[in-house]
């Protein structure tokens, strides 16, 4: 009975703290509403842009209007949001967001931790900008203060410069839409990257990545998951920082999987091992893609002629664009599409990094029924002559298969062709690498048959070489061909043809003989046939000719060496230059019944691997 006795005076007490308490929390809320009626937005924009120059350096403008709440978290919504640029910068904007909406959970800053529970933006409009006074990665993204502060779980977070280390700021996740982000570069050129979505989710450790663009006709959607972006953000640049991806790309109707980690620290090159990974992925979207996101979502416009005097343009590749890095990169592809033309069948290869050097190494894929390798490397590429290799080789298949569109036709029948490589060059732009060419080519071709328009859209230099090598042409609509060996010796960048080049069709033997210097791009070929008995009549063997010009201006001229015996009925669809060699030479290869055995050279002289 005693442990009753008091009872009505603790219910009494309960219900007496239950009112007080009641009693303050409806003053709170009232408080609450009071002060949200009373506050000046002017002042509250003024304060909050104060806030972020003192922390950034730059200028944050609030047009539209402000609502605020503060239960039961802190959020903020805003409208015509903008952060100016640097002050070195094109635009006098560096972000511009149409409507913002902020969410803080309220509890956590009592014990001075900010954790953002929400960031929604719409109408993003980021222009980023490299600085050209500097070096490559400093640009106007780099603030004041880094644009994530606070302190890490970790202790070597804690240390880092700028933070404050009894605050710890975290994001849950952020959600952007309608966004467009400009890049350009140090020579301000622009990159314009449209945005329909981006979803960036914390998950641990990890920051989860949901991205949607469209790239003219094609959807791009990136998903998956990578370090932590807010960790990525604080310590790029300012530690040592380990990244891991394990995202997936769709293009199209196309899928690629990248998975690998990222080693970036301050005091080295970067350090990485990639792969990437899809059973049917298509090179000619994700070029196209590309070409589209650099031209504002439109679709690019034919480029202009080039102002070079060469064929091969004499204008410098950006080759100090290519990374100084440390890593490998595994491809792996079962169907790599090239568009117009049939898909390549297990396509892989490596791609090794170094300090000034790029190594292509065991590059494979199956063609038709036959199969390709090669390797190549380019080294001291932010130097003043960048050095080039590629070797290779490509056997067991047609021309047919080669040029067989994705629809499954072919306008070339045939064409068994085996092709080797070793070549070597130096400089920093095409034309300079055709002019230090070293190395040798050979490439064989057996039993096809072209069609006439086919040759006609090769261009001027193929039109050119094809006329002079067949004045018949014009009055068939195809061309036999029953072999071709060329041969390819190069020095220097001059071309010799000398007894290295046959060919064989339905109606003539011909030889090519002479030089292409691909130095002055100079051409001199002259074409020596020998007729097969009463295949060949009614032609004027006066309007015999030699290609001469240029690659970029090929001319016909008259064949001075008066060893023709007969017209010329078909040739080459591939490279081979003009030439000047001793009449007595050509003639000699010319006359023999057999010029493409007699040009052939063994494989395992052009290529090591044959």
Known sequence: MKLLEGLPQVSLRLKTILLVIAAATGLGVIGVWYALASIDQAKLTKLIGATVKEATGRDLIIKGPIRLSFFPSIGLKAQDVSLSNASWATD??????????????????????????????????????????????????????????GGDSSSEASNMPGANSHTFVSI??????DARITYRNAQRQETIFPISNLSLKGNGQNTQINLEAKRGDHRLVIQGVVTEVRKILNDWGQRPLNMSADLQLELGDKTL????????????????????????????????????????????????????????????????LLPQADGLIHIQIEQLSLPPYAPLKNFSAALQFQPEQI?????????????????????????????????????????????????????VSGGEAHLAFDLKS??????????????????????ASLPSSYINEGGDFIVSLFNAINPLRKNSNRTVLECVVAYLPVNQGLVSIANTIG??????????????????????????????????TGLDLANLVQLQGTLQNPKTGINKSGVINSAVSIGLGFLTGGV?????????????????????????DIYSGS
């Not at 849950?172 to 839409?177: G, L, P, R, T």
């Not at 029924?369 to 067991?396: D, R, W, Y």
């Open 257 to 320: 999987l990248i998975k690998g980690v990222v080693d970036k620290d301050p005091q080295a090159i970067p350090r990485f091992n990639l792969d990437l990974s899809s059973k049917d992925f298509d090179l000619d979207v994700l070029a196209g893609a590309s070409a589209v996101a650099a031209s504002s979502g439109k679709l690019p416009k034919p480029s202009p002629k080039t102002s070079s005097p060469y064929y091969f343009s004499n204008t410098p590749l950006p080759l100090n």
């Open 92 to 149: 006098p904007e560096m972000v511009n967001i149409q409507r913002l909406d902020l969410d803080i959970k309220l509890w956590p800053l009592f014990s001075r931790s900010v954790q953002i529970n929400r960031i929604n933006m719409s109408g993003l409009d980021v222009h980023l900008q490299a600085n050209s006074a500097g070096a490559s990665t400093t640009g106007n993204w780099i603030l004041a203060v880094p644009l994530a502060q």
């Open 503 to 536: 060919v064989e069709t339905d109606r003539l033997d011909v030889v090519l003989a002479g030089t292409l210097n691909l130095k002055d791009e100079a051409i001199h070929i002259d074409i020596f046939p020998r007729e097969k008995s009463g295949l060949t």
């Open 426 to 447: 130096a400089g920093t732009s095409l034309h300079a690498w055709m002019a230090n060419l070293n190395g040798k080519t050979q490439v064989t071709i057996d039993h």
């Open 359 to 411: 190594t292509l190494q065991n590059l494979r894929f199956q063609l038709g029924t036959g199969s390709a390798q090669a390797q190549g490397s380019i080294a001291h590429f932010e130097g003043s002559n960048p050095l080039v290799s590629l070797q290779g080789e490509a056997k067991g298949f047609t021309l047919e298969q080669a040029l067989k569109s994705a629809k499954g036709s072919s306008q």
């Open 172 to 177: 849950n996740s952020v959600q952007i839409s």
């Open 580 to 604: 000047s060699i001793l009449a007595e030479n050509a003639k000699s290869l010319a006359t023999k019944s057999q010029p493409c055995k007699a040009a052939l050279h063994s494989w395992s």
